[in-house]
């Protein structure tokens, strides 16, 4: 990526690999940890999601989302109590959404500060990759804000699903 060349799968794997196994003894160790990565798929947050003893995926019990509530959801509420039904909660996706201008001239500013790797020229590869199903369980969060506005919404998000016992706990 930092010379311009998207990743492929094949590149990914290893690394993601190592970051779950991070993951799992951080786990171990009862410690919450915060990783930010480009998971951008499903099979991307799948092996990461490993790092939980306790995860099962949900293919692999027969239990889906659709199976539950049918085809379709009818309010958002369905969606997030099935995503917490079927995923673990040691292990939590958000996604840090803004429009791909803001993106595209935040990485630009840290380009030029030598504060990130990647070319701005990849960020719609990186778009294109991105895939989330509702039913997956991963929480949007608007990046757009201030930086200590987007912490104060991921905490208020995790301590409302009771993915965290109480604000303080991040």
């Given at each position: ?11 990914r ?14 786990i ?10 480009s ?22 019990n ?5 199976n ?6 009818s309010?958002s ?8 039904a ?14 791909a ?54 905490q208020?998000k995790l301590?409302?699903?009771?993915i ?7």
């Open positions: 990526m930092r010379n311009g060349i998207p990743l492929t799968d094949e590149d794997l290893p690394w993601l690999e190592a970051v779950r196994d991070a993951m799992i003894d951080y171990i160790e009862g410690k919450i940890v915060v990783v930010a990565c998971a951008l798929q499903p099979k991307y947050r799948d092996i990461l999601r490993t790092a939980d003893p306790m995860h099962e995926s949900a293919s692999s027969g239990s889906s989302c659709e539950i509530y049918g085809n379709s959801f309010t509420i369905e969606v997030e109590n099935c995503a917490k079927l995923f673990s909660k040691m292990v939590v996706f958000l996604c840090l959404q803004a429009p201008e803001l993106i595209a001239s935040r990485l630009e500013s840290r380009a030029k500060e030598g504060a990130h790797f990647m070319s701005p020229a990849l960020l719609q590869s990186q778009m294109d990759l991105l895939q989330i199903d509702d039913a997956e369980g991963v929480f949007c969060i608007d990046a757009s804000l201030d930086p200590d506005l987007i912490v104060e919404n991921i208020r301590s409302d699903c009771q965290l016992s109480s604000i303080s706990d991040i």
